[in-house]
């Protein structure tokens, strides 16, 4: 499947993605750590330490290409946090494309488990 996103904008990236994924990392280790904490069921506890091992390959793969675009627009995203009114568009290739996409929609993911009962 071929990302649709083509380009972001240096704000969007530095004041919405990089947060949220930070949030979502956090909460996925604080729900997890909390569960195998509390569980004494073998299979429960097989079950989320695989989702733990999944989301954290999955935060792999989206921090080496979050990594990627930070390093190729280093300078432009600095002068976005100096001065937000100074936003520009970045560029993406398709691995950095997909992680964006992704990272997004683990965030939706984890938005979703918060709101249910």
């Known amino acids: 499947m071929k990302p649709t996103i083509t380009t972001i ?3 969007e990236v530095v004041n919405d993605l990089i947060p949220k994924l930070n949030a979502v990392e956090k909460h996925i280790e604080q729900m997890i750590k909390a569960v195998l904490e509390a569980s004494s069921v073998p299979n429960q506890i097989e079950r989320y330490t695989k989702l733990q091992a999944e989301f954290q390959l999955e935060l792999t793969m989206i921090r080496m290409n979050l990594s990627h675009l930070l390093k190729r627009y280093h300078h432009e995203l600095e002068v976005v946090m100096n001065d937000n009114r100074q936003d520009v ?7 950095e494309a997909m992680a964006v996409e992704n990272a997004k929609q683990l965030y939706d ?3 979703r488990i918060q709101q249910s009962p």
């Open 9 to 11: 904008s240096a704000l």
């Open 89 to 95: 568009l970045l560029s993406l290739d398709t691995y």
């Open 109 to 111: 993911r984890v938005q």
